[in-house]
């Protein structure tokens, strides 16, 4: 009897169980249209760059339209600031051969209207921290729009701040984003 109990309660919950899971898609963002940047300020001059080899994934709760999670991934070589150079001292600085990801990973989301805060860690030159980031929500043409800003001191990931002249650059990365997903 104990043997039959398990097998109807496993034959009862699987069904519930595989339904629980059809209710949440998996998206990945459009990498052809997605874009991370990052600026930087130098007493000299300031820049920016791009990325748009973007790998990032959201969990989507189809019945709810809620976001529950994020992750993104990508490589710090595919940056571009239109100056081989400084790209080319960017990647020396943040030891990319040594650290070839930078990571996020979402541990709470909290959505209030159009504004998504998502909390989560962010991995940069091999160290882990806890970070905000908040977006807006959107659509256009069936697709979903997040759109947000984030800062972060190259002092807490341990990254010698470049130089040029004997000058450094402002400790704040200020990165933005537009990731779309299909």
């Known amino acids: ?5 398990n097998v109807f309660t496993i034959l009862f919950l699987l069904p519930l169980w595989a ?3 059809q209710d949440v898609s998996k998206l990945l963002a459009d990498k052809s249209i997605s874009t991370i940047n990052y600026a930087m300020k130098h007493p000299m001059h300031d820049w ?10 959201i969990v989507l709760n189809n019945a709810t ?8 991934s990508l490589k710090p070589q595919s940056f571009d600031s239109g100056n081989a150079n400084r790209d ?6 943040i030891e990319a051969l040594k650290y070839p990801k930078i990571t996020f990973v979402s541990t709470k989301i909290r959505t209030v209207a159009e504004t998504v805060a998502v909390e989560g860690s962010l991995t940069f030159h091999g ?18 729009v997040f759109e947000g800003k984030f800062d972060i001191s190259l002092t807490d990931f341990q990254v010698e701040r470049p130089s040029l002249f004997g000058l450094k650059t402002e ?6 984003f537009k990731l779309i997903f299909k």
């Open 171 to 176: 400790d704040l990365m200020k990165f933005k």
């Open 127 to 144: 160290i882990t921290k806890p970070v905000t980031i908040t977006a807006t929500r959107g659509e256009a043409a069936g697709k979903l």
């Open 88 to 93: 080319s001292h960017a990647l020396e600085v």
């Open 1 to 5: 009897m104990i043997k039959f109990r």
């Open 19 to 21: 339904f629980s899971q």
């Open 48 to 57: 920016e760059a791009v990325c748009k080899d973007v790998n990032a994934v």
């Open 65 to 72: 339209k809620s976001i529950e999670q994020v992750a993104v």
